[in-house]
C-alpha cells in the first residue's frame, strides 16, 4: 500500500493538500460508506483511482465498477435498502442513463441512506453537452448539496451522509470540473469507529418499493413534506452562510464554484457587497434569502449555467412583495460556461460599473497554439480509420460513438459524423439506412460503450435487419476515461466475449482483425458493406497508451521509435496527411522528421508509406 492509501484510512487526524476528488473518497472512508459503485467519466473518475490504492483487505468498503450508471445507481440503491450506506458516482450526462431508476429514488425509503455524486462539467471540459443536474434535484424530490472548493468536496459529503441517514433519503453533492481538480490543503477528520456489519436488513416493510398506482400518491406526499422539512434544515445550515467584507446596500447570491471568481473580483476591485452562498442549494432557505433581499436594496443573483435559482428567488420576491432590485445575468452568452473571474467581472460589471469598470480583454488571456485533439502514436483506432476510409464507397455516411474513437471525426479521417450519446450509433445508424438505397451507412462503436449501452441498438439492428455495418473498435480497456476494467477486459470476473456474445444473438456476417493489419480490415470492411443487413467487424487492437505505460514501468525499458530514410522519402506526406499520426514533424524545408519523444516505434506507420521510407530505427524492433 502506497504512502496516499495509508494515509486515506490512517485512523487519526491530519491534513495534506488534495485534490477534491480524493478528499471525497476519505470523506467516504471517514463516514464508513459501505458500499460504492461508478461508471467512468470526467471529472470524477479519481474517486474511484482513490479508493482501488487501498487494497480489499484493508477497507470494509465494497466498491465496483458497474456496466453504466444506471446500474451503478441500482447497486447502490440495493445496498441502500439492505441496511448498507452506499454511494454512486458518475458524470453529468451519467444522470441521463441512471435516470429511470434515480427519479423513484426520492420516494423511497433508504433505510442504509445513499449520496449520489454529480459531475457536472459546466464549459463541457469533457462532455458532449454542460447540462445543468440542478434541474434533476427539483424535479426528483432530492435535496442537493453544492460545494465550492476541495474543502466543502469533503465536509458536504460528510453532512449529506447524516441527512440521508437521518432522513432515510437519497442526497446528491453536486460537484463541477474545477471543484473535483483543485487541489487545496485540508484538515481531515479522524475515522470513528464503524462496526463491520454487513446482515441484510432488507425488509419489504421498510417501504413500499413497488412506486406503483396507489401507493405514488403517499410515497410523493412523503417526499414533499420532507423537502418542506429541510427546508427548515436549509436556514440553519451552516453551509448557507453571509459572507460580508462590509455593512452595505448591495448583496449577491450565488453557489457552487462562482463565489471564488466572486472574492477574487471583490478583492480586485476593493468593492464592499454582500454575499450570501448557498452551499446546501436545494431546497434552499427562503427565511435567509427574503431576510438578504429586504436588508439589500439590489441583489445580484450569480449562478453558473441555467437560470435557476434566478427564476425560483424572482418569484418568491414577487410573492412577497419584496421591493429590493433584483439583477440577473443580462445575456445569453453568460448562461454558457464556466464563470471564470474575467466573466464574472463582465457580469458585475453589467450592474456597478463604477465599482467593476468594464475591462476590454480578460487580464490572463491564455495564448496557446490551436491543435485538433488527437489519438495517441500507435493508437489502433488511427489504423483503423485509415484501412477503413479507403473501403468506403462514395457516400457512405458514418456514425460515430463516445469513446476515443470520436476523435476519428477530425482531420485527416472525417469519420464518425453524428454523435449524440453512449451507444447512440446503432440507432441513428439504423435511422439514417432505413429505405436508403443510395448511401451505405456504417458505424463505430468503442468495447466498453458496448456493454454499456450499445447491446440494445445492435439488437434492435439484428430484429429489424437493419441494412449497414458496424466497426466495433475494441481496444480492451474504457480508454478515454483512463483505461478503467469493463465486461471485456477480464479484470473483474471472467471475460464476456464480445464474439461470441454477437453470435450467439444472430449477427449473420461477423469478422474480426487487427486493425493493425491494415489492408486486411480495409477488405474486411468491403466484404461488410456489400453485405445485404446488419454486418458486424471487430476491429481489434490494445490500447496502446495502456500497452507502453505497462512496458515503462518494467526494468530496462527502452524507448522505441521508427526512422524516416530521407534518401528515399519522396514527400508525398501520405504519413501525415492521411494517417496523422502525431510523431511526423514537417520542417520547414519540406524533409518530414519523427518526433522521438512521442513515436513509440510501435511501426503501425510503416505499411502506410508508399515508397517505404519509413521502418523501425532498430532492426530488433520488428519483432
Ligand atoms: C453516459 C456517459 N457515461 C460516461 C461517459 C464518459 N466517457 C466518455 S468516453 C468513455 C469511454 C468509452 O470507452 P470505449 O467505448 O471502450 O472507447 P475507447 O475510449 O476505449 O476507445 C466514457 C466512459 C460519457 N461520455 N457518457
Known amino acids: 500500500?502506497?504512502?496516499?492509501?495509508?494515509?486515506?484510512?490512517?485512523?487519526?487526524?491530519?491534513?495534506?493538500?488534495?485534490?477534491?476528488?480524493?478528499?471525497?473518497?476519505?470523506?467516504?472512508?471517514?463516514?464508513?460508506?459501505?458500499?460504492?459503485?461508478?461508471?467512468?467519466?470526467?471529472?470524477?473518475?479519481?474517486?474511484?483511482?482513490?479508493?482501488?490504492?487501498?487494497?480489499?483487505?484493508?477497507?470494509?468498503?465494497?466498491?465496483?465498477?458497474?456496466?453504466?450508471?444506471?446500474?451503478?445507481?441500482?447497486?447502490?440503491?440495493?445496498?441502500?435498502?439492505?441496511?448498507?450506506?452506499?454511494?454512486?458516482?458518475?458524470?453529468?450526462?451519467?444522470?441521463?442513463?441512471?435516470?429511470?431508476?434515480?427519479?423513484?429514488?426520492?420516494?423511497?425509503?433508504?433505510?442504509?441512506?445513499?449520496?449520489i455524486i454529480l459531475g457536472d462539467d459546466p464549459g463541457a471540459h469533457s462532455s458532449q453537452n454542460e447540462q445543468d443536474n440542478r434541474h434533476f434535484a427539483r424535479q426528483s424530490y432530492i435535496p442537493m448539496f453544492e460545494p465550492a472548493t476541495p474543502t466543502e468536496a469533503y465536509q458536504m459529503f460528510k453532512e449529506a451522509v447524516k441527512i440521508s441517514r437521518k432522513y432515510q433519503a437519497p442526497v446528491f453533492m453536486r460537484l463541477t470540473t474545477h471543484v473535483c481538480h483543485a487541489k487545496e490543503r485540508i484538515r481531515f477528520a479522524e475515522i470513528p469507529e464503524h462496526p463491520s456489519d454487513w446482515t441484510s436488513q432488507f425488509n419489504r416493510h421498510n417501504g413500499p418499493y413497488l412506486p406503483i398506482t396507489k401507493d405514488v400518491f403517499p410515497l410523493k406526499k412523503k417526499a414533499l413534506g420532507r423537502l418542506e422539512e429541510l427546508e427548515k434544515y436549509a436556514e440553519q445550515c451552516h453551509f448557507n452562510k453571509i459572507l460580508s467584507n462590509a455593512p452595505t446596500k448591495a448583496g449577491i447570491i450565488t453557489s457552487s464554484m462562482p463565489i471564488l471568481s466572486l472574492q477574487e473580483n471583490l478583492l480586485e476591485s476593493g468593492a464592499s457587497i454582500d454575499i450570501l452562498k448557498l452551499g446546501f442549494s436545494y431546497p434552499w432557505p427562503k427565511g435567509k434569502v427574503l431576510d438578504f433581499l429586504k436588508s439589500h436594496d439590489e441583489v445580484l443573483i450569480l449562478e453558473e449555467l441555467d437560470r435557476i435559482l434566478e427564476q425560483e428567488i424572482k418569484s418568491l420576491a414577487f410573492d412577497e412583495n419584496i421591493q429590493c432590485k433584483i439583477y440577473v445575468r443580462k445575456t445569453g452568452d453568460d448562461l454558457m460556461g464556466e464563470l471564470l473571474p474575467h466573466r464574472t467581472w463582465k457580469i458585475l460589471s453589467d450592474f456597478w460599473p463604477a465599482l467593476f469598470p468594464p475591462k476590454r480583454k480578460p487580464e490572463q488571456e491564455l495564448i496557446v497554439g490551436k491543435r485538433v485533439p488527437q489519438m495517441c502514436p500507435g493508437c489502433g483506432h488511427r489504423s483503423a480509420f485509415h484501412a477503413i476510409k479507403k473501403a468506403l464507397p462514395d457516400g457512405t455516411i458514418t456514425v460515430g460513438d463516445i469513446g476515443c474513437h470520436s476523435l476519428g471525426f477530425f482531420k485527416p479521417y472525417f469519420m464518425g459524423e453524428a454523435l449524440l450519446s453512449m451507444g447512440h450509433s446503432n440507432g441513428t445508424g439504423a435511422g439514417l439506412s432505413i429505405r436508403n438505397k443510395d448511401r451505405k451507412v456504417l458505424t463505430f462503436i468503442g468495447d466498453s460503450t458496448f456493454f454499456h449501452a450499445g447491446i440494445p441498438g445492435i439488437i434492435n439492428a439484428i430484429m429489424n435487419n437493419h441494412n449497414m455495418t458496424l466497426v466495433i473498435m475494441e481496444n480492451g480497456t474504457t480508454a478515454m476515461t483512463g483505461h478503467q476494467p469493463h465486461a471485456g477486459t477480464g479484470e473483474i470476473g471472467d471475460k464476456i466475449s464480445i464474439q461470441k456474445l454477437l453470435e450467439a444473438i444472430g449477427v449473420k456476417f461477423l469478422s474480426r482483425v487487427d486493425t493493425y493489419k491494415q489492408s486486411e480490415l480495409t477488405q474486411h470492411i468491403k466484404d461488410a458493406m456489400e453485405f445485404e443487413g446488419f454486418a458486424v467487424v471487430i476491429a481489434s487492437h490494445p490500447c496502446m497508451l495502456k500497452f507502453t505505460r505497462i512496458q515503462r514501468q518494467k526494468p530496462n525499458y527502452k524507448q522505441h521509435h521508427v526512422h524516416i530514410d530521407q534518401n528515399i522519402c519522396n514527400k508525398t506526406y501520405e504519413c501525415i496527411e492521411k494517417f496523422g499520426c502525431p510523431s511526423f514533424t514537417k520542417h520547414n524545408d519540406g524533409h518530414v522528421a519523427i518526433n522521438e519523444d512521442l513515436c513509440i516505434g510501435d511501426g503501425s506507420c510503416i505499411q502506410t508509406c508508399p515508397v517505404t521510407a519509413i521502418n523501425h530505427a532498430n532492426k530488433e524492433d520488428k519483432k
Open 1 to 115: 500500500m502506497n504512502q496516499f492509501a495509508r494515509n486515506l484510512i490512517r485512523k487519526d487526524s491530519w491534513s495534506d493538500m488534495m485534490m477534491g476528488n480524493y478528499a471525497v473518497a476519505r470523506a467516504m472512508f471517514e463516514t464508513g460508506v459501505r458500499v460504492a459503485t461508478t461508471y467512468p467519466g470526467s471529472p470524477v473518475p479519481e474517486i474511484a483511482n482513490a479508493i482501488l490504492t487501498v487494497p480489499e483487505d484493508h477497507r470494509d468498503l465494497y466498491f465496483q465498477y458497474s456496466t453504466n450508471e444506471k446500474v451503478a445507481l441500482e447497486v447502490a440503491f440495493g445496498a441502500s435498502i439492505n441496511g448498507h450506506l452506499s454511494t454512486v458516482f458518475f458524470k453529468s450526462v451519467g444522470l441521463n442513463v441512471a435516470a429511470d431508476s434515480a427519479i423513484q429514488l426520492g420516494l423511497l425509503n433508504l433505510i442504509g441512506g445513499m449520496v
